[in-house]
């Protein structure tokens, strides 16, 4: 999915299954009230209205989970900014509209999933410009070191701060890594079983720690061969070394790669650069949620750590 092509892009909520999102709200509002819910009965049932409030820079995202949370509970979601809209603080993003217990009901499971894939698409988009800025055209990726029960949601903030997500789970591609060489008995064997497991249909990867198992990989049939773990001034050599003997395989570099070191990792010779910090350290967007009364709407106070 090339977010960066020119055109207009189509809305990324569309890559959403329907069923799939409304299951995953549904587990999400029984593990914060499997039971009785106490603060209904203080809250009441009355027709109520909110605003939600964005208290942190970054990029809004996660727009179709709080859309679906909220209509569970039989609410409506006004928004005032788009999807991958930058957020400059204190920005008034949407109205919730509905019955007050059901509004306070999906408050805390929308706010913390609408921080936390803004958190991730905020983190995306740094790294896209972080490598655009370096001159480097590749992809800027992110990696299956999701949260489980959450990497949809991961997924898309990825998608929506312009990075690739890389395979979303083990059925996208065929990736051979260290623990795979020795279980097969060495990289030739297992880029042969990964080859013939991948057929027509998928392409294979294989994770490799020097240029020699590179070679190996590539003369065995790997379409991409992961660099990883190595530093920049041995990165760029043996990925250019790879490329003289195989132009065709796509190199990706992986490992210990962050917002303040990815310019030394890009290349001419580097097609994919992997972060699994885009997912595992993003810090969440800070956002709040305020019920008001027609006459008003208070703007909240920002405390600066």
């Given at each position: 999915l090339d977010l960066e092509a020119d055109g207009p892009v189509p809305s990324l909520a569309l890559l959403l299954p329907p069923v799939t999102l409304a299951a995953l709200v549904d587990s999400w509002l029984r593990e914060d009230c499997p039971g009785l819910n106490y603060a209904a009965l203080v809250s009441g049932a009355g027709p109520s209205q909110a605003v939600l409030w964005a208290k942190s820079p970054g990029v809004l995202a996660g727009q179709p989970f709080f859309d679906a949370i909220f209509t569970q509970l039989n609410c409506q979601v006004s928004w005032f900014l788009p999807e991958g809209s930058k957020l400059v603080p204190v920005a008034r993003v949407a109205e919730v509209r509905g019955p007050a217990h059901c509004l306070l009901l999906g408050e805390r499971v929308a706010l913390n999933t609408l921080a936390r894939c803004s958190g991730i698409a905020s983190a995306a988009t740094a790294a896209v410009e972080a490598a655009r800025g370096a001159g480097w055209t590749g992809h800027v990726a992110g990696t299956r070191k999701t949260t489980p029960g959450f990497r949809?949601?991961?997924?898309?903030?990825?998608?929506?701060?312009?990075?690739?997500?890389?395979?979303?789970?083990?059925?996208?591609?065929?990736?051979?890594?260290?623990?795979?060489?020795?279980?097969?008995?060495?990289?030739?064997?297992?880029?042969?079983?990964?080859?013939?497991?991948?057929?027509?249909?998928?392409?294979?990867?294989?994770?490799?720690?020097?240029?020699?198992?590179?070679?190996?990989?590539?003369?065995?049939?790997?379409?991409?061969?992961?660099?990883?773990?190595?530093?920049?001034?041995?990165?760029?050599?043996?990925?250019?070394?790879?490329?003289?003997?195989?132009?065709?395989?796509?190199?990706?570099?992986?490992?210990?790669?962050?917002?303040?070191?990815?310019?030394?990792?890009?290349?001419?010779?580097?097609?994919?650069?992997?972060?699994?910090?885009?997912?595992?350290?993003?810090?969440a967007l800070d956002f709040s949620l305020k019920l008001f009364a027609k006459e008003a709407a208070p703007v909240p106070k920002i405390h600066w750590s």
């Open positions: 949809l949601v991961e997924k898309y903030g990825l998608l929506v701060g312009g990075a690739a997500s890389h395979r979303y789970d083990l059925g996208g591609l065929v990736m051979v890594k260290d623990n795979h060489v020795v279980a097969a008995g060495g990289v030739e064997k297992a880029v042969r079983a990964a080859r013939q497991a991948a057929d027509f249909a998928l392409k294979v990867e294989v994770e490799c720690s020097s240029l020699q198992e590179a070679v190996q990989a590539a003369e065995a049939g790997a379409d991409l061969v992961l660099l990883d773990n190595f530093k920049p001034k041995e990165l760029h050599p043996t990925a250019a070394a790879l490329k003289a003997q195989f132009p065709s395989v796509a190199v990706e570099a992986s490992g210990g790669i962050t917002l303040d070191n990815l310019p030394q990792f890009c290349g001419p010779h580097i097609d994919v650069i992997s972060m699994g910090m885009l997912t595992q350290a993003a810090p």
